[in-house]
């Protein structure tokens, strides 16, 4: 195992229903398998099961190499319901995944922080790390949030945030500086900015065109560089101080692969700060549909 594969973490996309489709003749099972034996193979420090539930959590415990290799981490639901729904939902995660215990629990939205039962769930948590179910408690934040304020406001063990070449936002103005300066686990996701590096310039949605001229430019840049978009991808994210885990997510076995030979690669040489995009649609994937 290397340093820099050991700050690779993979997502769960892959093994939600419907988020994927194996390579022809493969079972959904049987590429899941490969993933995860990959992974735990290769030293990958950090699996993150906050976007799977239910069912997928089921095949994930029904797959998951044991002894379970990873830092394992696992999504809160909403509070809406109470602080008893949330501690139950995440003792039913656990069980689906056939582990005791997480290593982290995040809170995937902060304004669930800020709502009617949002001190109620923060209390709960607390509690629930106190009895052993977790070691940290995460948030995972967007560049709105106001992510330093959110850190100040409830000191998370970790904060979950998007940056990649092409978001550089919260890289750029420090945020993400600020919070690892408070002793608080940085981990990156959203490296890939939902796959928009990869897409051909042709095959651009309409409401992202405005993104073509500076994503021709920043492959253009890379093919100087004689890199890829993957390698430069990576690259970018590995290299940076403030995120002690970069997650990635990938769709076959092959992909997962291929992350960790470019991964593995020396970083290429390029200049990181030519290659952000300074477009707030473009950078927010929740705003694509609306846009």
């Not at 995944?97 to 800020?114: G, K, N, T, W, Y």
């Not at 052993?132 to 406001?153: E, M, N, Q, T």
């Not at 993104?211 to 920043?218: D, E, H, N, Y």
């Amino acid at each position: 195992m290397t340093p820099v594969l050991s700050k690779l973490g993979l997502g769960s996309s892959q093994f939600v229903p419907g988020g994927s489709t194996p390579p022809r003749g493969r079972s959904p099972e049987a590429e899941a398998r490969d993933i995860l034996t990959i992974a735990g193979r290769s030293g990958l420090g950090v699996f993150d099961a906050s976007g799977s539930w239910g069912k997928a959590e089921t095949l994930l415990g029904d797959l998951m190499p044991r002894p379970v290799p990873f830092r394992v981490v696992i999504g809160s639901v909403r509070p809406d319901r109470g602080p008893d729904f949330v501690e139950g939902e995440a003792r039913a995660s656990l069980a689906r995944l056939a582990i005791e215990r997480a290593d982290s629990i995040v809170v995937p939205m902060v304004s669930d922080l800020f709502g009617p039962q949002g001190e109620a769930m923060w209390t709960r948590l607390r509690q629930m790390k106190d009895a052993g179910l977790f070691k940290r408690i995460g948030i995972a934040v967007h560049a709105s949030d106001d992510p330093v304020g959110v850190a100040r406001r409830f000191r998370p063990d970790l904060i979950q945030a998007p940056g990649s070449l092409l978001d550089q936002r919260m890289l750029a103005d420090g945020t993400l500086e600020r919070i690892a300066g408070m002793g608080i686990e940085v981990q990156l996701r959203s490296i890939f900015l939902n796959g928009l590096l990869f897409l051909p310039i042709d095959r651009i949605p309409g409401q992202l065109k405005s993104a073509t001229r500076g994503l021709s430019k920043v492959r253009r840049m890379i093919a100087e560089g004689r890199s890829d978009p993957l390698q430069a991808a990576l690259g970018f994210a590995l290299s940076r101080p403030e995120a002690s885990t970069v997650l990635v997510n990938v769709h076959s076995a092959a992909e997962l692969s291929a992350v960790i030979a470019a991964a593995s690669s020396p970083p290429p040489d390029l200049d990181w700060n030519e290659m952000a995009l300074d477009d707030e649609v473009v950078l927010d994937p929740r705003r694509w549909a609306a846009a």
